[in-house]
């Protein structure tokens, strides 16, 4: 499975007999999911706990005039009725900026809305009462009078002069902007045989997690101290963020994520409500459960993407790539997102375009607007989707202009997989990527040519099959050149502690999270592969800030690489420190000596020593009886974050086939394909899974999922009847491939595989679109790919 | 209308009496009353099947059902079907297939495809397909829960010959 690795003189403890590395084992602890016995927070009940129901703006933007509580407060089981102005005396706004995104600005967000709304769905009450039920009951009470003002929508207006600024104190309505230029672009377009222009639309869509966001705050003014119970994905970052801006110290602070139930960057922001949840539980003296419903959740869980992109690429007629042209747009509500930003999006955009592809020459603007719709932020491949649909979309049609293939003119304008280290244009660095390698085994997994030929047979017999093709890079392991450097106080790196029970197990506790992508049993296959014992002996403990050591958590795909590293690192001095013990116990030597199967048992033959549960005993309960001047140490930690790379690029390419019934304009998806490299696989069917679910993400981008506004702000679609996701019946089999490109920078060698799913998804099936509907001269670059798109693109609406 | 009313039903073999308001669902009523927390609530309104239970034998979304239409009635929860052996197999080849994630969706996913398996004892891939279009699942993608939903109907099947 592994490919040859950078330092072949260390032996690795990856390589160890019996290790879990790079094997298909079920991930511990799944039974109590099965059985309905998992902890999510919507499950959590705790003594004295009220219900929070937030009184939401009908408006999109409206200065609030008054609310009358009074009739509110006097209905059956009401703890208390909350006001903005109210809340603000117990928690400080904020501004969603970072230093690093130079001109980034923002206006001061509250946790309920003083004075005015900003967005539709924005808290502007709070209605505290003993069920949830009696909560929303009193919050139709709740008697708010509003003034509408004009609310900005449309983000390719938004800048313009006439068009009303949401924040007067910020001047205008941009938030952000971003200008590159790398290479002689001019030139290069000059020197182009072909110069293909066109833009890009992508439709605004959210996470849906089928457990919407849920959150218990719980105040114990005795203790003084606040335990948040919040299915977070990064449970330091809270901590941070609620002990600032409630006057505590981070001490004071506890913040415990059990089971979470679907994330994908939703969650690893921190929201308004649950910022006033928080608030209520200190204000009130007691806990305080907040559950979005359905409704808050598609109005209130950030939205992504969203985003209007003109693109340009220079061709050759002998198929090399000249440049890249981008001005993307983006619109990303009335704030921005606190504390990651709103901004990183289409910074990503600018960085990623053209990521693939040798090129060096390429402009980039990328304009991030206010408007009055829910805020945008990061969800899962943040950037990638668009920036890959912009690069493969102008691959493609500057291919159709020459009549080259679109697999042809990929290899001739791929990166070779022996260029590396090397940069991209935007000055992102590649210590080794596997673009013709991955593409090379695609093609044999698709039969392409077989594909060709059949598309072609039934084009015959008018049925449009396409195929599409995209090749996309990711970011993974981010080091602390993602938020650090730009104040943000979320941790870059991660840290592990592993020890030895009384009975020779081991007890890990580790800073990444778990939200079902497999974080706790790639920690164990780890830990029992490093240590030398079964998995089912190593118990991991995550999500819980009193008792994990420091660390960022599990996002940006980088729970394997920076988690995983930090586990290895402390097992291999737990192994060394258990070996020195078992040393002086059996008058040997440490080097003579290895750990098999939870035993401690001579490296020359196996011969079994003594069980590590034996030496635990000696260890803990008659020390007496080591030789003098020995103390084990039969725990270690260990952190690790990436230092010589700021990120940890993957690669790959996906394949989609599909059929487009031309008469109804409904797409059928018949197969798609996936080769990737994500370093050192800890365990195949995780990274596989990981893939696919990511796929499914991106190809309800491609074809469904759009938040639809209308021109007043009002958001027409926010229930699951009317917003659509991906279902079983409409989705494809995934087949998933692999090619072995380790980082040398850790000692593990993995890098992320969340989100490289999600990233070429909507690429390959917009290419392979275009590609069924070649016949009828047309081409379309929006998503989702409505049948009415499509059927209007054929002029058949 | 808001006079509690007294049910009585049977919830995983035991016998269940309680006072209930008219509008409590069935969903609430089994996590708030009974904290049988398995039955995971996700939309409210009938679309995305995580509060799937079996109700005489039928499967329902308890998030359309009130509470006291379950009156005389024999519910049965994913608790219940975990705990009498019902689905042992069906939730073995989800484990091993990584057929969950989040696992959120897991108890609904688990209960209507076991209603599937006991209709059709080789269901194709485009029958579990099918069957299981009224369970939403944000992580996986579906294709690992119809490779365990198959698994299990080849497996049922080979015991059975």
Same mark, same amino acid.
């Given at each position: 499975?592994?490919?040859?690795?950078?330092?072949?003189?260390?032996?690795?403890?990856?390589?160890?007999?019996?290790?879990?590395?790079?094997?298909?084992?079920?991930?511990?602890?799944?039974?109590?999911?099965?059985?309905?016995?998992?902890?999510?927070?919507?499950?959590?009940?705790?003594?004295?706990?009220?219900?929070?129901?937030?009184?939401?703006?009908?408006?999109?933007? &409206?200065?609030?005039?008054?609310?009358?509580?009074?009739?509110?407060?006097?209905?059956?089981?009401?703890?208390?009725?909350?006001?903005?102005?109210?809340?603000?005396?117990?928690?400080?706004?904020?501004?969603?900026?970072?230093?690093?995104?130079?001109?980034?600005?923002?206006?001061?967000?509250?946790?309920?809305?003083?004075?005015?709304?900003?967005?539709?769905?924005?808290?502007?009450?709070?209605?505290?009462?003993?069920?949830?039920?009696?909560?929303?009951?009193?919050?139709?009470?709740?008697?708010?009078?509003?003034?509408?003002?004009?609310?900005?929508?449309?983000?390719?207006?938004?800048?313009?002069?006439?068009?009303?600024?949401?924040?007067?104190?910020?001047?205008?309505?941009?938030?952000?902007?971003?200008?590159?230029?790398?290479?002689?672009?001019?030139?290069?377009?000059?020197?182009?045989?072909?110069?293909?222009?066109?833009?890009?639309?992508?439709?605004?869509?959210?996470?849906?997690?089928?457990?919407?966001?849920?959150?218990?705050?719980?105040?114990?003014?005795?203790?003084?101290?606040?335990?948040?119970?919040?299915?977070?994905?990064?449970?330091?970052?809270?901590?941070?963020?609620?002990?600032?801006?409630?006057?505590?110290?981070?001490?004071?602070?506890?913040?415990?994520?059990?089971?979470?139930?679907?994330?994908?960057?939703?969650?690893?922001?921190?929201?308004?409500?649950?910022?006033?949840?928080?608030?209520?539980?200190?204000?009130?003296?007691?806990?305080?459960?907040?559950?979005?419903?359905?409704?808050?959740?598609?109005?209130?869980?950030?939205?992504?993407?969203?985003?209007?992109?003109?693109?340009?690429?220079?061709?050759?007629?002998?198929?090399?790539?000249?440049?890249?042209?981008?001005?993307?747009?983006?619109?990303?509500?009335?704030?921005?997102?606190?504390?990651?930003?709103?901004?990183?999006?289409?910074?990503?955009?600018?960085?990623?375009?053209?990521?693939?592809?040798?090129?060096?020459?390429?402009?980039?603007?990328?304009?991030?607007?206010?408007?009055?719709?829910?805020?945008?932020?990061?969800?899962?491949?943040?950037?990638?989707?668009?920036?890959?649909?912009?690069?493969?979309?102008?691959?493609?049609?500057?291919?159709?202009?020459?009549?080259?293939?679109?697999?042809?003119?990929?290899?001739?304008?791929?990166?070779?997989?022996?260029?590396?280290?090397?940069?991209?244009?935007?000055?992102?660095?590649?210590?080794?990527?596997?673009?013709?390698?991955?593409?090379?085994?695609?093609?044999?997994?698709?039969?392409?040519?077989?594909?060709?030929?059949?598309?072609?047979?039934?084009?015959?017999?008018?049925?449009?099959?396409?195929?599409?093709?995209?090749?996309?890079?990711?970011?993974?392991?981010?080091?602390?050149?993602?938020?650090?450097?730009?104040?943000?106080?979320?941790?870059?790196?991660?840290?592990?502690?592993?020890?030895?029970?009384?009975?020779?197990?081991?007890?890990?506790?580790?800073?990444?999270?778990?939200?079902?992508?497999?974080?706790?049993?790639?920690? &164990?296959?780890?830990?029992?592969?490093?240590?030398?014992?079964?998995?089912?002996?190593?118990?991991?403990?995550?999500?819980?800030?009193?008792?994990?050591?420091?660390?960022?958590?599990?996002?940006?795909?980088?729970?394997?690489?920076?988690?995983?590293?930090?586990?290895?690192?402390?097992?291999?001095?737990?192994?060394?420190?258990?070996?020195?013990?078992?040393?002086?116990?059996?008058?040997?030597?440490?080097?003579?000596?290895?750990?098999?199967?939870?035993?401690?048992?001579?490296?020359?033959?196996?011969?079994?020593?003594?069980?590590?549960?034996?030496?635990?005993?000696?260890?803990?309960?008659?020390?007496?009886?080591?030789?003098?001047?020995?103390?084990?140490?039969?725990?270690?930690?260990?952190?690790?974050?990436?230092?010589?790379?700021?990120?940890?690029?993957?690669?790959?390419?996906?394949?989609?086939?599909?059929?487009?019934?031309?008469?109804?304009?409904?797409?059928?998806?018949?197969?798609?394909?996936?080769?990737?490299?994500?370093?050192?696989?800890?365990?195949?069917?995780?990274?596989?899974?990981?893939?696919?679910?990511?796929?499914?993400?991106?190809?309800?981008?491609?074809?469904?999922?759009?938040?639809?506004?209308?021109?007043?702000?009002?958001?027409?679609?926010?229930?699951?009847?009317?917003?659509?996701?991906?279902?079983?019946?409409?989705?494809?089999?995934?087949?998933?491939?692999?090619?072995?490109?380790?980082?040398?920078?850790?000692?593990?060698?993995?890098?992320?595989?969340?989100?490289?799913?999600?990233?070429?998804?909507?690429?390959?099936?917009?290419?392979?679109?275009?590609?069924?509907?070649?016949?009828?001269?047309?081409?379309?670059?929006?998503?989702?790919?409505?049948?009415?798109?499509?059927?209007?693109?054929?002029?058949?609406? | 209308?808001?006079?509690?009313?007294?049910?009585?039903?049977?919830?995983?073999?035991?016998?269940?009496?309680?006072?209930?308001?008219?509008?409590?669902?069935?969903?609430?009523?089994?996590?708030?009353?009974?904290?049988?927390?398995?039955?995971?609530?996700?939309?409210?309104?009938?679309?995305?099947?995580?509060?799937?239970?079996?109700?005489?034998?039928?499967?329902?979304?308890?998030?359309?059902?009130?509470?006291?239409?379950?009156?005389?009635?024999?519910?049965?929860?994913?608790?219940?079907?975990?705990?009498?052996?019902?689905?042992?197999?069906?939730?073995?080849?989800?484990?091993?297939?990584?057929?969950?994630?989040?696992?959120?969706?897991?108890?609904?996913?688990?209960?209507?495809?076991?209603?599937?398996?006991?209709?059709?004892?080789?269901?194709?891939?485009?029958?579990?397909?099918?069957?299981?279009?009224?369970?939403?699942?944000?992580?996986?993608?579906?294709?690992?829960?119809?490779?365990?939903?198959?698994?299990?109907?080849?497996?049922?099947?080979?015991?059975?010959?």
């Amino acid at each position: 499975m592994t490919a040859a690795r950078e330092k072949p003189e260390v032996p690795s403890v990856l390589d160890r007999p019996n290790s879990y590395i790079g094997k298909t084992v079920p991930r511990p602890n799944l039974d109590r999911l099965m059985q309905g016995r998992g902890q999510y927070v919507s499950d959590l009940e705790l003594p004295r706990m009220a219900h929070v129901v937030f009184v939401r703006s009908p408006h999109a933007h &409206a200065k609030i005039a008054g609310i009358d509580t009074a009739v509110a407060n006097q209905m059956p089981g009401v703890v208390a009725v909350v006001t903005g102005p109210e809340l603000a005396a117990v928690i400080t706004p904020w501004v969603g900026v970072l230093s690093h995104l130079k001109g980034l600005k923002s206006a001061p967000q509250q946790a309920i809305a003083v004075d005015r709304a900003c967005w539709q769905g924005e808290a502007v009450a709070a209605v505290v009462a003993t069920s949830r039920a009696l909560a929303e009951d009193a919050a139709e009470a709740v008697l708010v009078e509003y003034e509408e003002l004009e609310a900005v929508t449309d983000m390719r207006t938004a800048l313009n002069p006439q068009t009303p600024v949401i924040h007067a104190v910020l001047g205008d309505n941009l938030a952000f902007e971003r200008i590159h230029d790398a290479g002689t672009v001019d030139q290069a377009f000059a020197d182009a045989d072909e110069v293909v222009e066109t833009s890009f639309i992508f439709g605004r869509h959210t996470g849906v997690t089928l457990e919407p966001r849920a959150v218990v705050a719980d105040w114990n003014s005795a203790e003084e101290r606040l335990t948040i119970y919040q299915g977070s994905q990064a449970p330091h970052m809270v901590q941070n963020i609620a002990a600032l801006h409630l006057g505590l110290e981070e001490r004071q602070v506890r913040v415990v994520c059990k089971d979470v139930g679907g994330s994908f960057g939703i969650k690893v922001h921190i929201y308004a409500d649950e910022m006033a949840t928080y608030a209520l539980s200190k204000l009130l003296r007691r806990p305080i459960k907040f559950v979005a419903d359905r409704v808050e959740s598609f109005n209130t869980d950030i939205h992504a993407r969203d985003h209007h992109c003109k693109g340009k690429i220079g061709v050759k007629r002998d198929g090399t790539i000249t440049a890249f042209e981008i001005d993307d747009l983006t619109g990303i509500g009335p704030y921005s997102m606190y504390p990651r930003t709103s901004a990183i999006e289409a910074n990503q955009v600018v960085n990623l375009v053209g990521g693939p592809y040798v090129t060096m020459n390429y402009r980039a603007r990328a304009r991030v607007v206010f408007q009055n719709k829910n805020v945008m932020c990061q969800y899962r491949a943040v950037g990638h989707p668009i920036a890959c649909s912009v690069t493969e979309g102008l691959v493609d049609l500057a291919a159709m202009k020459i009549g080259m293939d679109p697999v042809e003119i990929r290899r001739r304008n791929l990166i070779a997989d022996d260029a590396y280290p090397c940069a991209s244009p935007s000055g992102l660095r590649f210590e080794k990527l596997s673009h013709h390698a991955s593409l090379a085994k695609l093609l044999e997994m698709m039969d392409y040519d077989r594909l060709r030929a059949e598309q072609a047979e039934l084009r015959k017999r008018n049925i449009h099959r396409g195929i599409g093709i995209a090749s996309f890079i990711e970011v993974t392991n981010p080091s602390a050149a993602f938020y650090g450097v730009g104040g943000a106080k979320i941790s870059s790196q991660d840290g592990v502690a592993v020890r030895l029970d009384a009975q020779g197990s081991v007890i890990c506790q580790t800073s990444i999270t778990e939200q079902g992508q497999g974080s706790e049993s790639l920690t &164990a296959q780890i830990v029992g592969s490093v240590l030398g014992v079964p998995m089912e002996r190593v118990r991991v403990i995550l999500g819980d800030t009193d008792n994990t050591p420091y660390g960022g958590g599990t996002w940006a795909s980088r729970g394997a690489g920076i988690g995983g590293e930090a586990a290895l690192q402390a097992t291999t001095i737990l192994r060394k420190n258990i070996l020195d013990v078992a040393a002086a116990i059996l008058q040997s030597t440490p080097a003579e000596l290895d750990i098999a199967d939870g035993a401690v048992v001579n490296s020359s033959d196996g011969t079994s020593r003594i069980e590590l549960s034996e030496l635990a005993r000696i260890v803990y309960f008659r020390p007496d009886t080591l030789p003098p001047g020995i103390q084990p140490e039969l725990m270690a930690t260990r952190h690790y974050v990436p230092r010589e790379y700021p990120f940890a690029f993957t690669n790959g390419v996906q394949a989609s086939w599909l059929e487009v019934d031309t008469d109804t304009g409904f797409v059928k998806l018949l197969k798609h394909w996936v080769v990737e490299d994500c370093g050192t696989i800890i365990n195949p069917q995780l990274v596989d899974e990981q893939i696919r679910g990511g796929v499914v993400q991106g190809l309800g981008a491609a074809l469904f999922e759009k938040c639809i506004y209308d021109e007043r702000g009002q958001l027409t679609n926010a229930n699951m009847a009317d917003y659509l996701v991906p279902m079983s019946g409409e989705m494809p089999d995934i087949d998933v491939g692999h090619v072995v490109s380790p980082t040398a920078e850790s000692e593990l060698g993995a890098k992320g595989a969340g989100e490289a799913g999600t990233a070429g998804a909507a690429a390959a099936v917009a290419n392979a679109v275009n590609d069924a509907l070649r016949p009828f001269g047309i081409t379309i670059t929006e998503i989702p790919l409505t049948p009415q798109l499509i059927l209007s693109a054929l002029g058949r609406i | 209308m808001t006079t509690p009313m007294t049910i009585s039903l049977s919830v995983n073999g035991e016998r269940v009496d309680a006072q209930v308001l008219p509008r409590l669902n069935l969903a609430d009523f089994l996590r708030e009353h009974l904290h049988l927390t398995g039955t995971h609530v996700g939309c409210e309104h009938g679309i995305c099947g995580a509060c799937t239970v079996r109700l005489d034998g039928e499967i329902v979304r308890a998030c359309l059902t009130l509470a006291v239409q379950a009156h005389g009635a024999n519910v049965e929860t994913i608790e219940g079907l975990s705990d009498n052996g019902e689905l042992a197999d069906l939730q073995r080849a989800f484990r091993d297939r990584n057929a969950l994630q989040c696992g959120y969706c897991t108890p609904g996913m688990l209960i209507a495809a076991q209603d599937l398996l006991k209709q059709h004892s080789e269901p194709s891939r485009e029958q579990i397909r099918e069957h299981l279009s009224g369970n939403y699942c944000r992580c996986t993608g579906y294709q690992a829960i119809i490779d365990a939903v198959e698994v299990t109907a080849r497996l049922r099947r080979s015991r059975v010959a």
